[in-house]
Structures are given as structure tokens and as C-alpha cells.
């Protein structure tokens, strides 16, 4: 099992950049896959990025491509969502999540098993 922590939410301009941080313990953090998803109010869970478990495969959901980039440091235990560009209708919690499948990278929020408890992203306009 595995505990994930979401850090680096906050309030931002439109245009602005945030870098969200999800740090894990319990069981050895590399034998995980990465996501990030997000939830606006009223509205479902969308997959934002997803990693593999050293980093080789990366994938993102079509509105964020290019803005954002998800990234590892296995030796910390920590994934990372820089986000760039960002945009009012971007508001949502985000929330990392961990797929003991360590080479999927999946974008199916079914696919991960451990779930963190979110951290809030606002854009301002």
C-alpha cells in the first residue's frame, strides 16, 4: 500500500504557472505509475498525466498537452505536475494517484488504486 500527499496548490493568475507536488510512502515508490487527475465542481475526474514508473513513458490529456509536463524523482519518492498557461476553466482539485501496474500509465481513473487527497488549483481571470 501507498500514501500519496498533494503540496503546491494555490491561487494564480490566468497565464500563470503552478507546480503541484505528490510525495508517497509506504511501499517502494518506484514500483508505481503516476497520475494526475482533476475534478471541478460538478463535474467528473479528468485525466490530466500519467508516467510509468521510470519516467520513459509519459502521457496527457489533449487540453493540457504542451502546458504541462509530469515528471519523477524516485529517489524522493515524489511526482510533479508543472503547469503552465493556465486557464480559468483549469479550477478543480488535483489529485495524484498510483497504479501498482508500473509500466501502464494509464488515463482511466479505474486503473490506479491509491488515491490522494487533493490539492486545490485556483485561476483567477
Known amino acids: 500500500q501507498v500514501q500519496l500527499v498533494e503540496s503546491g496548490g494555490g491561487l494564480v493568475q490566468a497565464g500563470g504557472s503552478l507546480r503541484l507536488s505528490c510525495a508517497a510512502s509506504?511501499?517502494?515508490?518506484?514500483?508505481?505509475?503516476m497520475g494526475w487527475f482533476r475534478q471541478a465542481p460538478g463535474k467528473g475526474r479528468e485525466f490530466v498525466a500519467a508516467?510509468?514508473?521510470?519516467?520513459?513513458?509519459?502521457y496527457y490529456g489533449d487540453s493540457v498537452k504542451g502546458r504541462f509536463t509530469i515528471s519523477r524523482d524516485n529517489a524522493k519518492s515524489t511526482v510533479y505536475l508543472q503547469m503552465n498557461s493556465l486557464r480559468p476553466e483549469e479550477t478543480a482539485v488535483y489529485y495524484c494517484?498510483?497504479?501498482?501496474?508500473?509500466?501502464?500509465?494509464?488515463?482511466?481513473?479505474?486503473?490506479?488504486?491509491?488515491w490522494g487527497q487533493g490539492t486545490q488549483v485556483t485561476v483567477a481571470s
Open positions: 509506504g511501499r517502494t515508490f518506484s514500483t508505481y505509475a
Open positions: 508516467i510509468s514508473w521510470n519516467g520513459e513513458r509519459t
Open positions: 494517484a498510483a497504479d501498482p501496474n508500473r509500466l501502464r500509465a494509464g488515463v482511466r481513473a479505474d486503473e490506479y488504486d491509491y
